[in-house]
């Protein structure tokens, strides 16, 4: 439960959710590409990176001065296995589906 808190909380915010929507449409982007929706301080575009990282949904890799970011891999399958509802090895689901 408590990774499942993690990740969810991790894309609350609306800035990490388009951090983790723009990876997921360009695949790898240099931190100084990135855009959020509203601008935001380096500062904070670094901290944001940090929160997704830390949360395992973002990889990163310096190149020279500048560092690249991804989506992690197997990113949407564990942020979908941590929503509500999701099946989970001990949900036994309903006897009338069988």
């Not at 990176?49 to 990889?59: E, I, Q, S």
């Not at 099946?87 to 036994?92: A, V, Y």
Request: proline letters at 7%; one cysteine or more; glycine letters at 10%.
């Amino acid at each position: 439960m408590g990774e499942a808190a993690a990740l969810l909380g991790a894309v609350a915010d609306p800035i990490r959710l388009g951090l983790v929507r723009e990876l997921a449409a360009v695949g790898e982007e240099c931190v100084c590409n990135l855009n959020t929706t509203p601008p935001i301080p380096d500062n904070l575009l670094s901290y944001h990176l940090k929160v997704l990282r830390d949360a395992g949904l973002v990889t990163s890799e310096r190149r020279g001065r500048w560092v690249h970011y991804r989506l992690a891999e197997g990113a949407f399958e564990r942020l979908h296995a941590a929503l509500p509802g999701s099946p989970t090895p001990q949900s036994k689901g309903c006897e009338c589906d069988e």
